[in-house]
């Protein structure tokens, strides 16, 4: 099976979420479980942005030990230069240089001509290749792009000596069928590719990040960019725990593998919302807290007869300790039977009988109930016996 790249910006564009300050301390500690999730290149920071940035960067770039680290640089040599010092103690350093190709970007944010342009890739790209060995160029707001500019741009970029080009959604615009699209049309017009790792960096404005990622891995690219938890500029990035449990759970039809240890990932996340103040949303693929909850009488008794009737993904796969059957209005008895089991209750079926009366008379008044809530109804039923 071929091999998929993960590389994760969590503490750069993850950093752009409104918010979200980590300092170098907390880069550090991500990213040394980054390493441990087998993330294989990390985007450390933007070492021009700030003195802190460039120290975090620093600073990972000293203890990361098989992750390939990279730093974030606009078409200027005063950035390439920063992030070069940055990046010095680097065992794999990786500078990430971009420039916006869109009409709209180039006339009212660069004020530059699409010639222009191409000279500042030219130029930047080189000046980056005199001192990295991996040189990634974004052309921004790529999706955006007049497809035969954008063709020019990349050519421009591989030529000038970039080993790695990526293709940014950057305002979230595609849908998984033009995106996909745009990677082959691509792959099928560039000039001495052959050594090429062609990357995905996509949005989520439209929801469709995780499915852009995919649809690009299936038109030719081998490096997937996110975010843990997709945090990111505003709806964030593509999720690449989505991502990498996608590949995993569907490797039937995908038939990529990864470097991405899926048991850390529960863990990863948890670290990067305690420390970025995000909480995950309960309904999250993946990492929610009901990702692997089953509420509906059904559906647990599908559960507790064979999990695979509702759980594609056994929650210790992600490092989820276990599934869980909240105990509600639309619970059946299968499930009330099994909570009091474990609360220590072995009920006949006589004995079940009106306590999951009162249960179910209770639940329709409230949301959830709780293991103190079951005791108090089995207590309350042997003081009225
Ligand atoms: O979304 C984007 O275009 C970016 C670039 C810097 C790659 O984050
Ligand atoms: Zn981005």
Do not use: W
């Not at 950093?15 to 980054?34: C, D």
């Amino acid at each position: 099976m071929r091999k998929i790249q993960f590389f994760d910006t969590t503490l750069r564009d993850g950093e752009q979420t409104p918010g979200v300050n980590f300092n170098t301390k907390e880069k550090v500690q991500i990213a040394l479980q980054l390493e441990k999730l087998g993330i294989d290149i990390i985007e450390a920071g933007f070492p021009i942005a700030s003195v802190g940035d460039f120290e975090a960067v620093r600073a990972i770039a000293k203890v990361a030990t098989t992750m390939t680290v990279a730093g974030l640089a606009r078409c200027q040599k005063k950035d390439i230069d920063r992030a070069y010092e940055a990046l010095q103690s680097a065992k794999f350093p990786q500078i990430h240089v971009f420039l916006a190709t869109s009409d709209v970007h180039m006339q009212y944010k660069l004020k530059m001509t699409e010639r222009e342009v191409l000279l500042a890739i030219k130029e930047h790209v080189r000046y980056a290749k005199e001192k990295f060995t991996q040189v990634q160029f974004s052309p921004e707001d790529a999706t955006r792009t007049r497809r035969e500019f954008l063709l020019q741009a990349v050519q421009t970029a591989i030529d000038a000596g970039a080993t790695i080009i990526n293709i940014p959604d950057t305002v979230g615009y595609s849908n998984p069928t033009e995106y996909g699209g745009l990677f082959k049309f691509l792959l099928a017009n560039i000039q001495s590719k052959e050594d090429i790792i062609f990357s995905s960096h996509c949005h989520d404005d439209l929801g469709m990040a995780t499915a852009n990622a995919l649809a690009a891995i299936e038109n030719g690219a081998n490096r997937i960019e996110g975010t843990i938890g997709g945090i990111g500029e505003r709806a964030g990035n593509t999720a690449l725990e989505e991502v990498a449990v996608a590949l995993h759970i569907r490797r039937d039809f995908y038939q990529y593998e990864s470097n991405i240890q899926l048991h850390e990932t529960k863990r990863t996340s948890d670290i990067i919302s305690r420390l970025s103040g995000i909480s995950v949303p309960r309904n999250k693929a993946i990492i929610g807290g009901n990702a692997y909850a089953h509420e509906s009488g059904i559906h647990q008794d599908g559960v507790l007869k064979n999990p695979e009737t509702y759980e594609i993904i056994t929650p210790q796969l992600v490092g989820v300790k276990t599934n869980s059957l909240p105990l509600g209005k639309l619970s059946g008895r299968h499930a009330f039977v099994t909570k009091m089991k474990e609360l220590g209750y072995d009920l006949s079926e006589k004995e079940a009988e009106p306590l999951f009366k009162r249960f179910k008379n209770l639940a329709d008044k409230k949301k959830q109930i709780s293991d103190d809530d079951l005791v108090a109804l089995v207590v309350d039923q042997v003081r009225q016996a």
